[in-house]
């Protein structure tokens, strides 16, 4: 999956999404990264996603509170699901599996993030 940021997956939230633009921005360089076999930038983007499923996870899922909406507690499920595998990733990459296996586990994590943030982030613009 290699999408561009548009307006229409918009949040309403400028901070969230900032996040989610900085993300599809990663997205992008990753499958740079992908193509011309640079496995150095597996590293760099474990590190940024594993605060960004701390930050930015936090910052949603505390604006959700804050407005008592209604989907938070499935939001915090597949929100949970993600830490978890960022972890999985992690641990792949630091017990020295083969970095281009590493590097696809992070295409599909981010993949699957990206769908999330346009299936159900985008429900968030309710909040305001």
Not at 74 to 90: A, P, V
Request: proline share 0%; aromatic share 10%.
């Amino acid at each position: 999956m290699n999408k561009e940021w548009i307006s229409t997956f918009n949040t309403g939230n400028k901070e969230i999404d900032s996040h989610h633009r900085e993300l599809f921005k990663i997205a992008n360089l990753l499958d740079q990264s992908i193509k011309t076999k640079d496995e150095k930038k597996a590293l760099e983007t474990i590190e940024f996603l594993e605060h960004y499923v701390i930050d930015h996870f936090k910052e949603e899922e505390d604006e959700m509170k804050k407005h008592h909406f209604e989907g938070l507690i499935l939001h915090e499920m597949e929100h949970n699901t993600f830490r978890t595998k960022i972890i999985d990733i992690r641990t792949l990459y630091n017990t020295g599996t083969f970095k281009t296996h590493v590097l696809f586990k992070i295409r599909q994590f981010m993949d699957t993030l990206i769908k999330h943030i346009l299936t159900v982030d985008v429900q968030l613009k309710s909040l305001k």
